[in-house]
């Protein structure tokens, strides 16, 4: 290798390594810091792991007012193995879902959704 070569070479190597080390910075904001945080309530109609090659939990809460009203859904994402399990049992029953809302994730590998649901319980 030419001398030039090698310092084109390191140039490139430097360039992708800054490069994903902006990204991994840019991701780990994204998700470290949530524009809202609230809760919904509402019956859990799907709830499933989903995704070509990153997996994630997702899920879709029926949001009612009133009895006999056109449902709203609120579709939301599932990061905590352990709130995913929580889902998983309580599929078709009333709950209500503590969620955090971040903006700006850069990838669909960490949910399908800006809403992460971090905490579930049934409702009465």
């Known amino acids: 290798m030419t001398p030039t070569t090698k310092k084109v070479t390191f140039a490139f190597v430097i360039f992708l390594v800054a490069g994903v080390l902006l990204l991994a910075a ?3 904001t994204a998700l470290s810091f ?3 945080e609230g809760e919904r309530a509402g019956h ?3 709830f499933a792991k989903r995704g070509w090659i990153c997996k994630t939990w997702e899920g879709e809460l029926l949001l ?3 009895p006999g009203t056109i449902p709203e859904k609120f579709q939301f994402s599932v990061r905590d193995e352990e709130v995913a399990k929580q889902l ?3 599929a078709g029953k009333r709950i209500v879902v503590t969620y955090s809302q971040h903006k ?4 669909q590998c960490f949910g399908e959704t800006e809403y992460f649901a971090d905490k579930v319980a ?3």
């Open 26 to 28: 840019y991701a780990w």
């Open 34 to 36: 949530s524009y809202s």
């Open 44 to 46: 859990l109609q799907k």
């Open 64 to 66: 009612t007012a009133l």
């Open 88 to 90: 998983s049992a309580a």
């Open 104 to 107: 700006g994730v850069p990838t």
């Open 122 to 124: 049934l409702s009465q």
